[in-house]
């Protein structure tokens, strides 16, 4: 459905069900991926992977509002608020994750001193 924002220029306008079929398969994509890098070892660091899931969120909530040419303002969450959420969450998670947990999560392991 196509609408008209208050400057007159065309947006898609967001319907319920447009968000919850969208935030269903967002959760169908990144609930597998999540699944999938839980160690079945030693433990991995929970940071960095919250980082790179919602930093990945972000994209795909973004693509998203970019293809439906969704409104960027509007009296409810918009497609590019959630979009934003994603990314914030994933900043602080990467600002709080330390150098040795990124490492590790790519498998180099601890940096050693000497």
């Known amino acids: 459905m196509v609408a008209r924002d208050n400057r007159g220029t065309r947006a898609a306008a967001w ?62 969450v918009t497609a590019w608020d959630v979009s934003g959420a994603f990314a914030f969450i994933g900043i602080a998670a990467g600002i709080m994750s330390g150098p040795d947990q990124v490492l590790m999560l790519f498998g180099f392991g601890p940096l050693k001193n000497g």
Do not use: D, K, N
Request: positive net charge; charged residues 5%.
């Open 15 to 76: 319907s319920m069900g447009a968000f919850r079929s969208f935030a269903l398969l967002l959760a169908a994509g990144l609930i597998p991926v999540a699944a999938l890098s839980m160690p079945h070892g030693p433990p991995l660091p929970l940071l960095p992977i919250v980082s790179l899931l919602a930093i990945a969120g972000s994209a795909a909530a973004a693509t998203m509002a970019w293809w439906t040419r969704a409104s960027r303002t509007g009296p409810a």
